[in-house]
């Protein structure tokens, strides 16, 4: 990958900590300097795992201890955004979200706002463009074959997916039964590095996150 900024983006992790564990080490091997985590986080004792590196994350539809996460985030010096998080990084304007409130999703990526929209739920690992905006799903800790996360060059646009612990074809795990995109309701593939465009509108308030106490000022 090139020498600009770069960000890891994980989903899915549903409580898998060797998986985590090894998600975050091969991260930091890649020298991002901060991780999105896209949702369906489940433990306390899963949040532990990202302290080595400054995490942001949003909640998914399997985080139903929320304040818990939230205290356990909070411990490790990480930042929630309930469910959507957005930042400026680099001068690059990135949103994710766990994607299982799927009109959420398609408004965020047809907003035309966003460099870069990031977004979990479907166990897999895909990537296109709409608009100025590059939709990625970085794929999944659990019940994934391959499991993957993604490395993010903000400033070229190039995306890295990192193979993590494959799990085995004989393994429950490999057979998933979570929901998946509808082709029809996704704009097609494109290429894995896609750099972004360099300018952007005015920001709509209304596809902001709401001010926490957790979010960074601007």
Not at 9 to 30: C, F, G, N, P
Not at 49 to 72: I, K, S
Not at 140 to 150: D, H, K, S
Not at 176 to 188: C, E, G, I, K, R
Request: hydrophobic share 35%; net charge negative; glycine share 6%.
């Amino acid at each position: 990958m090139g020498d600009g900024m770069r960000i890891g983006v994980v989903s899915d992790t549903h409580d898998r900590h060797e998986a985590i564990a090894e998600a975050v080490r091969r991260l930091q091997e890649h020298q991002v300097e901060l991780i999105l985590h896209c949702g369906d986080i489940e433990s306390v004792a899963a949040v532990e795992a990202f302290r080595p590196v400054p995490t942001y994350f949003v909640f998914g539809n399997w985080d139903r201890q929320r304040q818990e996460l939230a205290r356990a985030i909070k411990q490790i010096g990480g930042v929630h955004f309930e469910t959507f998080g957005a930042l400026e990084i680099g001068g690059k304007r990135i949103a994710w979200l766990h994607s299982h409130e799927r009109r959420h999703l398609r408004q965020l990526e047809m907003a035309d706002y966003f460099d870069y929209l990031f977004y979990g739920h479907t166990h897999m690992r895909e990537q296109h463009r709409t608009g100025r905006t590059l939709v990625a799903n970085p794929g999944a800790l659990f019940r994934a074959n391959p499991r993957t996360c993604i490395v993010v060059d903000i400033h070229s646009g190039e995306i890295k997916p990192l193979i993590i612990a494959p799990a085995d074809k004989a393994s429950p795990e490999a057979a998933p039964s979570w929901p998946t995109l509808d082709p029809s309701d996704s704009a097609p593939h494109l290429p894995l590095a896609v750099p972004p465009p360099s300018t952007a509108p005015p920001a709509p308030s209304s596809l902001l996150p709401p001010p926490s106490d957790s979010t960074p000022s601007p």
